[in-house]
């Protein structure tokens, strides 16, 4: 099972940082990750992390975002810094196993509940 929290309503230019914890089945060299969804629109692939730490953003994120693991805990983490109101979405964490990355959302068979991030103009 996957786990978000941490979103929340910010101003734009504000800061969130969202959790995810990973619990029951666990694997090796798993890669875990963000995904999106704006009211109207289609979910859409944020960030993904490797095992080994290997990270791979979105071009609009990138540089305001950044993903984290504690291996040893389980757990991910995004900071989001220089928030936009086209940021406003609801964040899912997402998992799968395997050695390959990708941005498909198709390739991933765990997903987390979602949670709310709502930016202000």
């Known amino acids: 099972q996957l786990q978000a929290s941490g979103g929340g309503l910010v101003q734009a230019g504000g800061s969130l940082r969202l959790s995810c914890a990973v619990s029951g089945r666990t694997f090796n060299n798993y890669f875990m990750g963000w995904f999106r969804q704006a009211p109207g629109k289609e979910r859409e692939f944020v960030t993904i992390?490797?095992?080994?730490?290997?990270?791979f953003y979105a071009d609009s994120v990138k540089g305001r975002f950044t993903i984290s693991r504690d291996n040893a805990k389980n757990m991910m983490y995004l900071q989001m810094n220089s928030l936009k109101p086209e940021d406003t979405a609801v964040y899912y964490c997402?998992?799968?196993?395997?050695?390959?990355?990708?941005?498909?959302?198709?390739?991933?068979?765990?997903w987390g509940q979602g949670t709310l991030v709502t930016v202000s103009s």
């Open positions: 992390i490797s095992w080994g730490g290997a990270t």
């Open positions: 997402v998992l799968k196993g395997g050695y390959t990355a990708s941005a498909d959302a198709r390739d991933y068979d765990y």
